[in-house]
């Protein structure tokens, strides 16, 4: 007789795999530490190994030179950013409230990019691959973003999906832009609330998928 009901044992990283992701993850706070203190021509792979606590050899074997750092401190920075349009995507409904919400959250995500972004900018000029290669890399990244805000086709019923996507695109766009001056450039800001202009703006640009507010009450 067939068994019912057995749960399949859920697949579990091997050891060692977990250990060199750990490792890589420390590598490029390292790095990050390191960048921020030193110029990126001045900075040293060894300078690296002694922020993480590593040696010189387990530097060179996740990352060829200082140039791969920053691919990864870039591929980073964007996986971070994935997740905060993720969390808005997931939610089950989008009202000014659960906007508002979003953007609260997503500030936090910003402000643990923001030294990313700063080094990444910084060592952009001698670090990064080449133009084409870094266009690719960004359009593809915010490619998966706009996917993400427009995937539940039930929420952009009655709206041209070119028309959603550009919706989406410029959100996105509007919504890094500004964490990026705020946060990581610390631009200065008189007003008391800035992320209640940029919920208004959101909102504006998502109209067409948001519901009311009241329609939860």
């Given at each position: 007789m067939q068994e019912t009901g057995r749960m399949e044992p859920t697949p579990r990283r091997n050891l060692r795999e977990e250990q060199k992701i750990l490792?890589?993850?420390?590598?490029?706070?390292?790095?990050?530490?390191?960048?921020?203190?030193?110029?990126?021509?001045?900075?040293r792979m060894e300078d690296i190994a002694q922020a993480a606590g590593v040696t010189r050899v387990t530097v060179y074997a996740h990352f060829?030179?200082?140039?791969e750092i920053v691919d990864a401190l870039v591929e980073r920075l964007y996986g971070l950013m994935g997740e905060a349009y993720a969390d808005l995507a997931?939610?089950?409904?989008?009202?000014?409230?659960?906007?508002?919400?979003?953007?609260?959250e997503a500030a936090v995500h910003w402000r643990e990019m923001a030294p990313i972004r700063r080094v990444a900018n910084a060592a952009a000029p001698t670090a990064l691959r080449s133009l084409g290669d870094g266009r690719?890399?960004?359009?593809?990244?915010?490619?998966?973003y706009v996917g993400m805000l427009?995937?539940?086709?039930?929420?952009?019923?009655?709206?041209?999906?070119?028309?959603a996507r550009q919706r989406a695109l410029m959100a996105v766009l509007q919504t890094e832009s500004f964490f990026s001056a705020w946060i990581a450039v610390e631009w200065p800001l008189e007003t008391k609330d800035p992320l209640r202009l940029l919920a208004d703006s959101l909102c504006h640009l998502l109209a067409p998928a948001l519901e009311d507010d009241s329609a939860s009450v």
């Open positions: 490792t890589h993850r420390r590598l490029l706070e390292a790095a990050v530490t390191v960048f921020t203190e030193k110029p990126f021509l001045e900075a060829p030179g200082k140039a997931a939610l089950p409904r989008w009202t000014p409230a659960d906007i508002r919400a979003w953007l609260d690719t890399q960004y359009v593809e990244a915010h490619e998966r427009v995937g539940d086709y039930g929420r952009w019923r009655g709206v041209d999906p070119a028309e």
